[in-house]
């Protein structure tokens, strides 16, 4: 048991870790409706909106904390006891609670692996490029309905039409980002992951391309932006907690001239929900920080895998790490990616194909194709590989510590800006530009329940199918087994390439 604890995974073990995170996170979404009697809705882990709300706890928690006038980003506002209260608009203040749970994830991964990434060094350009990555990345969440767990963890085996328009512009986004960051000369950044042990046998056998982050005499506690980071994350996780644990009513809105507590505290949902949503966060963000998963570097591999399995001297003279073009190569990420769509979908089919569940995403424009949906989604895949990680990475990368992301971070709380600015403006925009009303697209081809199943039936064992193919062909890209491909981390795989 102490090496799995004590190791990295394989990409294939933390996908199927992530799938069953998804299905935690589904069970406790649902309790709520279970409890009222309701027909619940099949929905996979979402985690934008729940961002939103917890940016939007910061603002509130100043604003009644120093007794300022909120300046109320969106909507209008009423003093209530002295205190500016928020009567409406893009978000309410709110605790995610598969955010803190993918934090504590990376968090529990650094403590068992005794490995806290603030070692990891970052020049300057590049965590400029982070900031700008997170702006860019979450920006691009509001115009496409969701970020790329939505769309690609979720959207995928929702069989959602917007979510598969949103893929294609995403990979066009991050394929534009990852050559974007080779002309910049910070392509040696790209690692799905950095570990000390790695990086230090790198360094002394004089191997710098793969341990390029790693300097032995940097101290990140002297970097100013090490401690505007830390402040910024305090203020985060502090200020939902508060408002979800302890003070819910402090950070009340308004709703039809009456206070609402805080929304999503454990009495928002009830415990249960609460408690099995932070369990499969922290599942999810455990099985991420033991691979580097996640969903950019899945799409950038599908795409870029081939063209480095036949030209990689081009790839290495970019500065991209050997084992990152392993990873490519051998179509690591997206043989977990594909291992997490086969359980969620399993789990949409059991419930709403055969329980006769409501399906999640539906009801609304933001999970209609609208002309936001490319134009996001192409922000998403950009700003994503700029950022050296997609959202829910990037959650389970502060755990782990590192300043880029950390940084990242608050560019994600700037680049909402623009959508809570300009709320009503952005919501005319995607209501106005709807393309398709459909939702999921067994409907262009049956209204039949049952005939949608049967479809959603053979989509599942296709992707089995395709999971074979990648292990298959990931084993001939990187001339190793197909055991080694299933079971080995990266670095033991590039151990046994390297001989």
């Known amino acids: 048991m102490n090496k799995y604890l004590t190791k990295q995974w394989s990409f294939l073990w933390a996908g199927i870790t992530f799938g069953i995170a998804q299905l935690i996170y589904m069970i406790g979404s649902m309790i709520p409706s279970w409890a009222k009697g309701d027909t619940p809705k099949v929905k996979p882990m979402t985690v934008t909106s729940d961002l939103g709300k917890s940016f939007r706890t910061i603002e509130v928690w100043l604003s009644h904390t120093f007794h300022f006038s909120d300046p109320q980003l969106y909507g209008t506002s009423e003093m209530v006891n002295g205190v500016s209260v928020s009567n409406g608009g893009a978000f309410y203040p709110g605790i995610g609670w598969i955010i803190l749970g993918m934090f504590l994830g990376g968090l529990i991964v650094a403590f068992y692996e005794k490995d806290f990434r603030i070692w990891v060094k970052y020049t300057p350009k590049m965590l400029l490029t982070s900031f700008i990555g997170g702006m860019i990345f979450s920006y691009g969440t509001r115009l496409a309905g969701g970020c790329t767990l939505n769309h ?56 710098f391309g793969e341990c390029a982050n790693y300097d032995p005499d940097y101290k990140p506690t002297k970097r100013v932006v090490f401690w505007v980071a830390v402040v910024f994350m305090v203020l985060f996780f502090g200020t939902t907690l508060y408002g979800g644990l302890i003070n819910p009513e402090f950070m009340g809105h308004l709703k039809e001239g009456v206070i609402k507590p805080f929304n999503k505290g454990i009495d928002h949902k009830g415990f249960w929900y609460a408690l099995l949503t932070l369990t499969a966060g922290i599942i999810a963000g455990f099985g991420m920080a033991k691979s580097g998963f996640g969903t950019e570097c899945a799409l950038v591999s599908a795409e870029a895998g081939s063209m480095i399995k036949k030209d990689e001297a081009r790839f290495a003279k970019m500065g991209l790490p050997r084992i990152t073009r392993t990873l490519f190569k051998g179509l690591l990420p997206l043989q977990g990616v594909v291992a997490a769509w086969i359980i969620t979908l399993a789990v949409i089919i059991f419930f709403w194909g055969f329980l006769g569940y409501k399906y999640g995403f539906s009801g609304s424009v933001k999970y209609q194709l609208t002309a936001g949906v490319p134009i996001g989604g192409f922000f998403l895949g950009f700003g ?116």
Not at 407 to 412: A, D, E, K, L, R
Request: glycine share 8%; charged share 15%; hydrophobic share 50%.
């Open 152 to 207: 690609l963890l979720g959207g995928v085996p929702m069989m959602s039409i917007h979510s598969l328009v949103a893929i294609v512009f995403m990979s066009i986004g991050g394929l534009s980002s990852f050559f974007l960051m080779g002309k910049l000369n910070l392509a040696q950044n790209f690692k799905h992951q950095n570990t000390k042990s790695y990086s230090i046998k790198a360094r002394a056998n004089n191997d």
């Open 384 to 499: 994503a590989v700029l950022l050296v990680g997609c959202e829910i990475r990037s959650y389970m990368r502060l755990g782990l510590g590192y300043l880029n992301t950390w940084v990242g971070f608050i560019g994600f709380a700037v680049g909402y800006l623009p959508f809570t600015l300009f709320y009503s403006e952005h919501k005319a925009f995607l209501k106005n530009t709807v393309m398709i009303e459909k939702y999921y697209w067994p409907q262009f081809f049956t209204d039949s329940h049952s005939g949608q199943v049967a479809i959603a039936i053979a989509f599942w064992f296709a992707l089995v199918g395709l999971l074979v193919f990648l292990i298959r062909k990931g084993a001939e890209n990187t001339q190793t087994s197909v055991a080694s491909i299933m079971h080995k981390n990266t670095e033991e795989l590039q151990a046994e390439i390297d001989g």
